[in-house]
């Protein structure tokens, strides 16, 4: 059975910093291609940020380019979302993601491509 445990969340305050974990289980790990996904309320869920399978390779959003960090380690079977400079429109449920990686390496910003998912995380940013 798959896992993907997401961990690392909370509150902080508006230009904080927030450190978070994926933990996956189940599934060979380095044959998957990761990514971030966040949901505000009353929006649709958005792309953060992905990275391919040998974590050679990442892709972000415009609303997080420059403020994130997404690295992996497939010897631990984790991958991290470093966020700095953190906004109070940041704040929502992020989820990571896994779909099999492509001989390409791309990294698909449609969550519909992806095939297990996290429960999700609460981060919140204070003004």
């Known amino acids: 059975q798959v896992q993907l445990v997401e961990s690392g969340g909370g509150l902080v305050q508006a230009g904080g910093s927030l450190r978070l974990s994926c933990a996956a289980s189940g599934l060979t790990f380095r044959s998957y291609t990761m990514g971030w996904f966040r949901q505000a309320p009353g929006k649709e869920r958005e792309f953060v940020g992905g990275?391919?399978?040998?974590?050679?390779?990442?892709y972000y959003s415009d609303f997080v380019k420059g403020r994130v960090t997404i690295s992996r380690a497939n010897a631990k079977n984790t991958m991290s979302l470093q966020m700095n400079s953190l906004k109070p429109e940041d704040a929502a449920i992020y989820c990571c993601?896994?779909?099999?990686?492509?001989?390409?390496?791309?990294?698909?910003?449609?969550?519909?491509?992806?095939?297990?998912w996290g429960q999700g995380i609460q981060v919140t940013v204070s003004s």
């Open positions: 993601a896994a779909v099999r990686a492509t001989y390409t390496s791309d990294i698909c910003s449609s969550g519909t491509e992806y095939d297990y």
């Open positions: 990275i391919s399978w040998s974590g050679g390779r990442t």
